[in-house]
């Protein structure tokens, strides 16, 4: 295996699990009030605060099992909502969506000086910022 091959593998690696994290967090942004109070608390401690199964049944009172079943019940739970309502997968489409619209009538700007594109590319500017 070459040094080429073993950084590529190791970038993909570091992508796929950013991935995973941003994922999480999306998932617990849109869904996490669907969650009872322990498992908030217990989510947001392991995934948004980097504590460790240890430590937080340390803190909690409870077994490192305990942390780790209730932790696979709350992805568990939040894949499911998603797959049900499919509000993340609607987020990011629409976002992309926009920053088409946004690039494109960047590129129309360039062309053609006319103040409705500025207004649109001002209102898509604000749906992006508001996503």
């Given at each position: ?87 993340v997968h609607r987020f990011i489409r ?38």
């Amino acid at each position: 295996m070459s040094y080429n091959t073993t950084v590529k593998e190791k970038t993909l690696t570091v992508v796929m699990m950013m991935d995973q994290v941003f994922e999480k967090t999306l998932l617990f942004d849109f869904y996490g009030e669907l969650l009872t109070e322990r498992q908030k608390q217990l989510y947001q401690l392991y995934n948004l605060d980097d504590l460790s199964l240890g430590e937080i049944s340390e803190q909690l009172d409870i077994s490192r099992q305990g942390v780790f079943d209730a932790l696979k019940r709350c992805d568990q739970q939040l894949h499911h909502f998603e797959s049900k309502l499919q509000l993340v997968h609607r987020f990011i489409r629409n976002k992309k969506r926009a920053m088409m619209i946004h690039e494109l009538i960047s590129k129309l700007k360039v062309s053609q000086d006319d103040e409705r594109l500025t207004e649109i590319e001002a209102i898509t500017q604000a749906m992006m910022d508001d996503m």
